[in-house]
């Protein structure tokens, strides 16, 4: 950061907490920049003098006699195809040293799309996942998160739906990422020969949990500068959400706000929202498409972190371990794509839509008969052919190892159906069964 | 002269303005930051310090910074040409906005003021006239637009003049009238209305005494919505409120609809904005976007703004229903508004009730919802605004304050749920929770014995009860085993899958099954209804289930047929046929 000639040093700072310090000082804009004590800082709140400021890196070490500096303008990043293939910090600095990046600096968490201006996103991104493509097919444009407990390999789906989805520029967003993870990722990518299409700004465990709080709006930044001035289509990865969440909980928390459900701020859907709602379909064919991750504890969804999510996302995907067949499948039940009716039946072969609804009901049968059988119960034979269904379908089609193309999922469905059942019981429209039953 | 004031403190989107002269409690001002004008409310005032929620981001603003009072509330503005347009919560054109992006302080007109509209006077000198009176009136698009003698105006007039029948603006003066001590009033086709108040230029607000046709059979069947009445739809996520509500909005027997998207997801007002303009209603034959009002304050605009919109859309469907209208009017998320309430109350520092919600959320929500119903204008017309909202209930737990609070005021509730969600039964409209208080009033009983049939209220009671038994019949299964019980309770099962099935489950993105008209309701559910009420003697469970499972399939195939179709004719003799058989 450049300090200007003629700014106004403050050496009296009146009150310090744990993430803020409070000074008198005039002529300060909300949500400006400061630099305290050589840690970076942002307005949070003016009550005439009186200013309090947010210390990213936490307050340790800063005393009443510490420089204040004010930058005049809120948080930038500084945009340009020389992004491409670097890694950054929270601040949008150089991880590992290298050159900084030469270009336009813009203004973090600019202002929304007009939604009248948006456009209707209504192109497939394949996965080669069926428990993605086939259940719950994403768009271009579209905001999805994976729920997921903290043991279920999330961010190796995550990586993997990256480097398939054919996407120009990965903008990855890792918020309190182990360094493991974060080395993960780099060498997934670096493997895949895709670095040069990735811009990574990342915040590990080693870093003040508070600073997390600017890793979607760098990314977010920088996406747009893709796919608004570029017309790119830009896939932005955003992990781990729960723990961005975290932190705003921490800066309410010490700013005296009364929590509301689960101790996260009142005011955690709309700032969730802010992130989420960045994704967009543009009229330049450019597009901003954000899969996340959302951790879990113990897969309970009405905690306040993913039920907000779920009001924002358009969808949400399920890991599970699969018991019968011992591989991670998308959750076929809880699962879901708001969007995917958008495309399938429209991009994808005409029987989508009814197979895709057809499967997840017998798989729901399987799952009654698998309670009966636990019950103690006599399974029918029909319930014993939903069972054989359900691990096929598991096995063959859910579980995320799999990496086929959608018309290939549509019809290792319908070999399916005829091997464990009549018409009848598929119950799909007269019209698909004659041109797509498979005689077993 | 209006009052200034300078900010004196920013916390997130409230401002504190030292003021330097009387400022009235919501009243509007403009915060200015370098050359944007950033519209306020005031929402408490202590001494000369006003705490105003400013409708965009703050950003930048320093104290000292100027402040202009406007001296009104937040307003409206209502006059021919609102139809078919996409307004923010503060009623700018968002399809007049330039850039991508909307920037800071963008305002754009409610409507087009340089446009003419063919006028055409009802009233003539001498007529005796109040607020809401009609003086004459426009085409806009098919509805004929009344102007009427603006609501603001208390007393009773004597019309003096009435312009000839022509083509004139929304300004000029179409109408002149004289008040009781002589002085004469130019009215023109434009007025303003303080969004937060009722329009009460009515003379009397009946129960509600007829129903409104929806399409959804879940609804029009089994809880039937009255016009004028209000309903609303809890549930968690991916349970299809907002597929539901497009489905109504597209389908509903309503004259004018007012879709407020509050708070909610940007690409599902694109779904509106892209499907409505090209969609016809089967009613009129005229495309949908022409009865169609959009608010739209998605979940990453201004939040303060998102207040706003739900009484933007209230006020301009009370505009639309003096006119003697049908209007409906939707929000999706009423919850969201009132997370909106919660950020600002929590940061006023108030005491907060349950949930941190402010604690007069509950008379905020009934003030809200009472803002709904049929009315006798002062001519013998009526008209009527219906209202349903949506609610996203936290963790899907419906015991939650938005939930329990909306639950006081609304005549309709229809409860999502996750199970049936979870196991693709669209709509999830849960049979046993959900209930329309209106199938108790006398009124909407004798409406349906004579729009449907006599004693229809008696049959959809008889539904229910089988949908009843089939659960109890079922939890009895599952805990003593399909062999455990007698043969009866797996056909009284599978006699409320059937209505299940056929009546309750409807395919909103098939083109045929997603609007099911009364008359084919009434055919579909008597079929149903007859085939429950005959005994079968099934040998086994799995005979039964066999039966009801190839039943069921036929049914379908009957719901995606059209209407008296060919098709439609043969599986309904399919049907017959199958059943017979059994009986034989």
Known sequence: MTTRAFQKIYT??????????????????????????????????????????????????????????????????????????????????PLEGGEIVEGEAREIGGPTVNPFKRIQPSELIATGIAGIDLNNTIVTGQKIPFFADPDQPYNAVMANV??????????????????????????????????????????????????????????????????????????????DMTLY???????????????????????????????????????????????????LSGGDITHAVPDNTGYITEGQLFLRNDSDTGKVIVDPFRSLSRLKQLVIGKKTREDHPQVMNACVRLYADAANAKTKLENGFDLSDYDERALKFARDYSEKLLAIDVNIGITEMLDTAWTLFAKYFSKEEVAIKEELIKKYWKEA | MKTTGRVNGIISNIVIVKADGPVGQNEICHVWTGDTKMMAEVIKVIGDAAYVQVFDSTRGLKIGDRVEFEGHMLEVTLAPGLLSRNYDGLQNDLEKM?????????????????????????????????????????????????????????????????????????????????????????????QKWPVKQAIRCYTEKPRPSRVMETGVRAIDTFNPMAEGGTGF????????????????????????????ACGERANEVVEIFKEFPELVDPRTGHKLMERTIIICNT?????????????????????????????????????????????????????????????????????????????????????????????????????????????????????????????????????????????????????????????????????????????????????????????????RFWKSELIDFVILQQDAFDAIDANCPIERQKMMYEMVLGICRQNFSFADFEQCSQFFKGLINLFRQMNYSEWKSEKFENYKRQIEEYVSEKNN
């Open chain 1, 162 to 239: 990256a480097l398939r989805a054919k996407a120009d520029k990965i903008i990855l967003g890792g918020m309190g990422l182990t360094n493991d993870d974060f080395l993960y990722f780099k060498s997934v990518f670096e493997n895949a020969g895709a670095l040069d299409r990735i811009v990574s700004f990342v915040n590990t465990t080693e870093n003040p949990p508070v600073e997390r709080l600017l890793v979607p709006d760098m990314a977010l930044t920088a996406a747009e500068y893709f796919a608004v001035d570029k017309g790119e289509k830009v896939l932005v990865l955003l992990t």
């Open chain 2, 233 to 260: 739809i809890p549930g968690p996520f991916g349970a299809g409120k907002t597929v539901l509500q497009h489905a109504i909005s597209k389908q509903a027997d309503a004259d004018v609809i007012i879709m407020v």
């Open chain 1, 245 to 295: 969440a975290d932190a705003l909980a921490i800066v309410s928390n010490r700013m005296d706000q009364i929590p509301s459900k689960d101790s996260m701020p009142g005011s955690l859907y709309s700032d969730l929202a802010k992130i989420y709602e960045k994704a967009v379909q543009l009229p330049n064919g450019g597009s901003i498409t954000i899969i996340a991750v959302t951790t």
């Open chain 2, 98 to 190: 330039e850039g991508l992006f909307i920037a800071r302080g963008s305002i754009t007109d409610p409507v087009d003021f340089d446009a003419e509209w063919d006028f055409t006077p009802l009233a003539k000198a001498g007529d005796k006239v109040s607020a809401a009176s009609w003086l004459g009136e426009v085409r806009e698009q098919w509805v004929r637009h009344k102007i009427m003698v603006p609501f603001t105006m208390t007393q009773s007039y004597t019309v003096k003049s009435v312009a000839p029948a022509g083509k004139y603006k929304v300004r000029d003066t179409v109408a002149v009238v004289t008040d009781a001590e002589g002085h004469d009033h130019a009215i023109t086709m434009v």
């Open chain 2, 299 to 491: 979940s990453n605009m201004p939040v303060a703004a998102r207040e706003a919109s739900v009484y933007t859309g209230m006020t301009i469907g009370e505009y639309y229903r003096s006119m003697g209208l049908k209007v409906l009017v939707m929000a999706d998320s009423t919850s969201r508004w009132a997370q909106a309430l919660r950020e600002m109350s929590n940061r006023l520092e108030e005491l907060p009730g349950q949930d941190a919600f402010p604690m007069d959320l509950s008379a905020i929500i009934s003030n809200f919802y009472s803002r709904a119903g049929l009315v006798k204008l002062s001519n013998g017309e009526t008209g009527s605004v219906t209202f349903l909202g949506t609610v996203s209930p936290a963790g899907g737990n419906l015991k939650e304050p938005v939930t329990e609070s909306t639950k006081k005021a609304a005549r309709c509730f229809y409860a999502l749920s996750q199970g049936r969600a979870d196991s693709k039964r669209y709509p999830a409209i849960d049979p046993l929770e959900s209930y329309s208080k209106y199938l108790e009033y006398p009124e909407i009983r004798e409406y349906l014995d004579q729009h449907i049939e006599k004693d229809w209220v008696d049959l959809v009671y008889a539904g229910k009860t089988l949908v009843q038994r089939g659960k109890e019949a079922n939890d009895q299964i599952n805990i003593l085993g399909d062999d455990g019980v007698p043969v009866e309770y797996h056909e």
């Open chain 1, 12 to 93: 009296r700072i009146d009150n310090i907490t744990k993430a803020t310090v409070t000074l008198r000082a005039q002529g300060v804009g909300n949500d400006e920049l400061a630099t305290v004590g050589g840690k970076l800082a942002q307005v949070v709140k003016i009550m005439g003098e009186n200013v309090t400021l947010q210390v990213f890196a936490g307050t340790e070490g800063l005393s009443t006699d510490s420089e204040v500096v004010f930058h005049g303008e809120p948080p930038k990043l500084r945009v340009s195809d020389a992004l491409a293939g670097r890694f950054f910090n929270a601040y949008g600095e």
